[in-house]
């Protein structure tokens, strides 16, 4: 019912005027003025006085710096010059370093609260669920649609948020489902990255969240609008905890920022943020991965650094999630950005289980720097090149027991999860089912963030033959490695 695999749900989520005002007004204190395609309020988007290094080289500055050529979601501020930079900034020497900002101008902040909850209704199947939680999500996705003057933005539900102010709601469950997450397919021509990453990942036997497709509608009070065609993602501490786990009373961490990349004495509690059993505290299980993953033994006594790694993270369990990931071609996660994965210490292993998240950036190819961090760890299927920037990539892929577990999952990717033939054929049933959603038929309008209908048609043939080349530049790092 909520997640069909061979239908669009239609939702209708109303606001109160009053509230839909308070959103608006408290996403223009986050984000500046709606479609200004700058930040206001705290942090203003403007360069920070330095730059700071987060692993990600897009080229020289400023002689290659191209300002039409950004990472998702970046805006340049008003009347910004390569030439005449802000007063003291300082250029980093050699590559340019971006950590989600803009190229050597160090980063631009995001904001540093989430936008706020408020009560809707929603509408489905001719059923409504009254005083169900919403906010809007995202970070340079949320900024970049509510700079570009798109009210498509991703947001998130909780169906029993209020019950204390509202005692009927009590326990309330769409389906079962207490939260449900809404991407807002940005940027993403197709509108089939999320899903069918995730999907990829959990037939390949990788913990990952549930998908579907939703058209979403919005009534502040003129009536129900279309605001597009959405992916509507399970949450993992909701529900796949309790589906894919033998026990789901575990500590789930989302991790994010400094120390997510797992460098050697970079641990900060903030960073990863605890999921469940939030007041307990207890980080224990993270330090031991810290330490085991540095330990000397790595160099000295490999079997032993493996035994007392393998104690304490499900390593074959990431190991496959790596190699999946490097065969579709991922941008956004662990490799190149310190985000968007869950781990989960799963009390029936006693390991930590590495959970894929926001898969909008999968199956896409860029043109970037040949020899930069990204290219390699994103662009090529042999991962020796990856500098002990991300620790658990190169630690892993430079001991000779684990690359070859390595270039098996990769062997074993292409001839199943991935295979041309049924992947050609799921995107082509995909892009079938949900174009009238897109493209509108009938009473059914366009979705409003379509760039052409020939834009959304050409992405079809496109995602395949991406398919195509990462599962040819597969069979040749195979071969090459002998395999």
């Known amino acids: 019912m909520v997640f069909p695999q061979d239908a669009v749900n239609t939702i209708t989520i109303t606001f109160s005027p009053e509230t839909w005002q308070a959103m608006q007004d408290d996403m223009t204190s986050l984000f500046g003025e709606f479609g200004s395609r700058r930040r206001g309020g705290s942090g203003s988007g403007n360069f920070a006085g330095e730059v700071r290094p987060q692993g990600d080289m897009l080229g020289p500055m400023p002689e290659g710096f191209n300002p039409e050529n950004l990472p998702e979601g970046v805006e340049l501020p008003e009347g910004f010059d390569p030439e005449n930079l802000p007063e003291g900034f300082q250029p980093p020497q050699g590559n340019v370093i971006v950590g989600g900002g803009v190229p050597g101008a160090g980063a631009i902040d995001f904001a540093e609260e989430d936008p706020i909850w ?55 469950r ?90 050697e004495g970079t641990f900060l509690a903030e960073t990863f943020e605890l999921k469940t059993n939030e007041d307990d505290a207890d980080y224990s299980d993270i330090l031991a991965l810290f330490d085991a993953l540095h330990a000397d033994t790595r160099t000295t006594d490999p079997e032993s650094w493996r035994a007392g790694l393998e104690a304490v993270l499900d390593v074959d369990e990431f190991i496959h999630w790596l190699a999946v990931n490097t065969v579709i071609q991922n941008w956004d996660t662990y490799g190149t950005m310190a985000h968007n994965y869950y781990l989960y210490n799963d009390p029936s292993t006693g390991l930590l289980t590495w959970i894929p998240w926001d898969n909008n950036e999968a199956f896409t190819a860029r043109s970037l720097r040949r020899g930069s961090e990204r290219e390699q760890v994103a662009g090529s299927l042999d991962l020796t090149g990856t500098s002990d920037t991300w620790p658990l990539i190169s630690y892993l892929i430079n001991d000779p027991v684990y690359a070859e577990i390595y270039s098996g999952y990769v062997e074993d990717t292409i001839n199943g999860a991935f295979e041309p033939a049924g992947m050609a054929e799921t995107l082509q049933r995909l892009h079938e089912l949900i174009t009238p959603y897109v493209l509108g038929e009938g009473d059914q309008p366009a979705d409003p963030r379509l760039e052409t209908a020939q ?22 790092f195979l071969s090459t490695a002998g395999i």
Request: aromatic share 16%; hydrophobic share 35%.
């Open 174 to 263: 769409f389906f079962g489902f207490d939260q449900l997450s809404f991407s807002s397919n940005f940027r993403d021509l197709s509108y089939l990255h999320e899903k069918v990453a995730a999907d990829v990942f959990r037939e390949a036997g990788i913990p990952s969240a549930q998908t579907a497709f939703y058209a979403v509608y919005m009534d502040y009070g003129e009536g129900p609008v279309y605001i597009g065609l959405y992916t509507a993602v399970e949450e993992i501490e909701d529900t796949v905890l309790q589906t894919q786990f033998a026990d789901g009373s575990g500590n789930l961490y989302k991790p994010e920022g400094a120390g997510a990349d797992f460098q």
């Open 118 to 172: 408020v009560a809707a209704d929603i509408s489905f199947n001719g059923q409504t669920w009254t005083n169900v939680g919403f906010r809007y999500k995202g970070n340079s996705t949320l900024m970049g649609a509510w700079g570009s003057g798109s009210l498509k933005l991703g947001f998130k539900l909780n169906f029993d948020r209020y019950e204390d102010d509202y005692p009927e709601i009590d326990n309330q």
């Open 455 to 476: 834009s959304f048609e050409n992405s079809l043939p496109q995602i395949i033959e991406h398919v195509n080349q990462r599962i040819a530049m597969a069979q040749e």
